[in-house]
């Protein structure tokens, strides 16, 4: 399956024209264009990738994101091309694409092979993964694995852990362990930050995605070694690669690259529930200025006022000037789309961001279908909100899967999570979510707004001096 990225499609006449100019170069020179060349002169570049939280997923206005996905944008922008992307599940058939000239660049969290690949290259490494042993913080942390003595310690069957585990027993010939058939890592972290299990074998970019739903998971040791991702090319043509090195050696020096590393491995700052103090004061010098226009938008749509500026809080603590690492801005944190979407121009002029994001939340409630109840239509909205409507149906299959009320919220907040993890995304409509980060926002919002009914009920009014306008 194909995705045009960023860009409208090329007219069919510019397309066959480009192609006739290829033909024509490769007709008059007396050797044949590089692939770079081919490249630009067509204006596209064709990446493969893989739907997983490493690469490349749907986000919240079912726009693509990732940290492969945002790497190859910032390359093809940098080409000055279109950017084609093609989704494969397993990677014999990424690398098959690249070997029978289907795609130009692979680019799926591949992990540089320590013995060459017959007709594959790989680019720079931009990222290196450690093996951590995890264990939650308050328990027991062992220093090395020979003092994991009897707690209990579970990896996935068939994972690198398990086999790094084996490795170890030579050295440590009273090492025991549970090899889980049924899990994968980020459910052994869970059954760690649960207390179920004592430890769990982890990669960092797997432990940091974890941490933001469990900030008390911890890491003991580090085991030696790393994997290193890098992008895979044919070797038939160093032209590519040659300027593939080049855009990373940019992007480092620029620091985008450790921008991109920290918007999708540091999340989690925005999750947080701000302490009692800061809301307080929020609430004194923030709120007067604004209520009106959340009263005037939240009574345009149809919602408590309250719970639109609950809303606002909690994306940006109700700062006009807050933006995100993913662009959003705004009150409202609205994305440069959903702006668009809601006929939003300048997303940092508070009124109209807090105009936008109930016009935007109302788009969202209208799709909730109507026989939901409420509230449970009103949280749905909210989780929708934030991961996007398609991950929240997702996880409303699944929950019926399973017997349970997909039209329950209570229901649904335990199967969200599940989006995060390969086994259940991988059969789900819209793959990979951070299933964890819809559930804590329903939360908080829900815990800001019963704050504001308790401190402002309705029948108080806002200062005289805030105009309604």
């Given at each position: 399956m194909g995705h045009w990225i960023r860009r409208k499609l090329l007219l069919p006449s510019l397309k066959l024209s480009l192609a006739g100019l290829a033909a024509g170069l490769l007709g008059t020179c007396s050797?044949?264009?590089?692939?770079?060349?081919?490249?630009?002169?067509?204006?596209?570049?064709?990446?493969?990738?893989?739907?997983?939280?490493?690469a490349f997923f749907s986000g919240p206005d079912d726009e693509p994101e990732g940290p492969e996905y945002?790497?190859?944008?910032?390359?093809?922008?940098?080409?000055?091309?279109?950017?084609?992307?093609?989704?494969?599940?397993?990677?014999?058939?990424?690398?098959?694409?690249?070997?029978?000239?289907?795609?130009?660049?692979?680019?799926?969290a591949l992990t540089v092979p320590s013995t060459p690949m017959r007709g594959l290259d790989f680019g720079p490494v931009y990222q290196r993964i450690r093996e951590h042993l995890i264990y939650r913080r308050g328990g027991f942390k062992p220093r090395s694995l020979a003092e994991v003595g009897n707690y209990h310690l579970e990896v996935a069957a068939g994972s690198s852990h398990a086999r790094n585990l084996r490795e170890q027993r030579s050295i440590v010939p009273t090492l025991a362990w549970v090899e889980n058939g049924n899990t994968e890592a980020l459910d052994l972290l869970q059954q760690v930050a649960d207390g179920e299990i004592d430890f769990t074998i982890a990669d960092s970019n797997e432990f940091a995605q974890a941490r933001v739903a469990n900030p008390g998971l911890d890491v003991a040791f580090d085991f030696a070694g790393e994997?290193?991702?890098?992008?895979?090319?044919?070797?038939?043509?160093?032209?590519?690669?040659?300027?593939?090195?080049?855009?990373?050696?940019r992007v480092a020096l620029r620091g985008d690259l450790g921008e991109i590393m920290k918007r999708y491995y540091g999340r989690g700052e925005n999750l947080r529930f701000a302490g009692a103090q800061s809301v307080m004061r929020h609430i004194q010098g923030r709120l007067?200025?604004?209520?009106?226009?959340?009263?005037?938008?939240?009574?345009?749509?149809?919602?408590?006022?309250?719970?639109?500026?609950?809303?606002?809080?909690?994306?940006?603590?109700?700062?006009?000037?807050?933006?995100?690492?993913?662009g959003a801005q705004g009150i409202m944190q609205l994305t440069e789309i959903s702006a668009q979407r809601v006929k939003v121009a300048k997303r940092a002029d508070a009124r109209a961001s807090i105009f936008g994001g109930a016009r935007y939340f109302k788009h969202v409630l209208e799709q909730i279908p109507d026989h939901v109840p409420q509230p449970d239509r009103t949280w749905f909205a909210l989780a929708a909100y934030n991961v996007g409507y398609g991950h929240l149906e997702d996880a409303r299959v699944l929950t019926q899967q399973a017997g349970r009320d997909p039209d329950s919220w209570q229901d649904v907040r335990e199967y969200l999570p599940l989006l995060a993890q390969e086994r259940w995304y991988a059969n789900a409509a819209n793959g990979y979510a951070r299933g964890w980060e819809p559930v804590r926002y329903v939360d908080n919002v829900r815990a800001y707004r019963d704050l504001l009914e308790w401190l402002?009920?309705?029948?108080?009014?806002?200062?005289?001096?805030?105009a309604n306008n």
């Open positions: 050797t044949p264009p590089d692939l770079l060349s081919q490249i630009r002169t067509l204006g596209e570049l064709r990446v493969v990738t893989r739907n997983s939280p490493n945002e790497l190859v944008r910032r390359f093809a922008d940098d080409l000055g091309v279109q950017l084609r992307v093609t989704l494969r599940r397993q990677f014999p058939d990424i690398y098959g694409m690249l070997k029978d000239g289907h795609a130009d660049i692979a680019a799926a994997q290193q991702f890098a992008w895979a090319l044919s070797s038939r043509d160093d032209s590519l690669l040659e300027e593939v090195r080049r855009y990373f050696a007067p200025v604004l209520r009106a226009w959340f009263e005037a938008a939240a009574a345009s749509v149809g919602v408590d006022w309250r719970l639109l500026a609950a809303i606002g809080y909690q994306e940006s603590k109700w700062d006009p000037a807050a933006a995100s690492a993913n402002i009920p309705s029948n108080i009014a806002p200062p005289p001096h805030i």
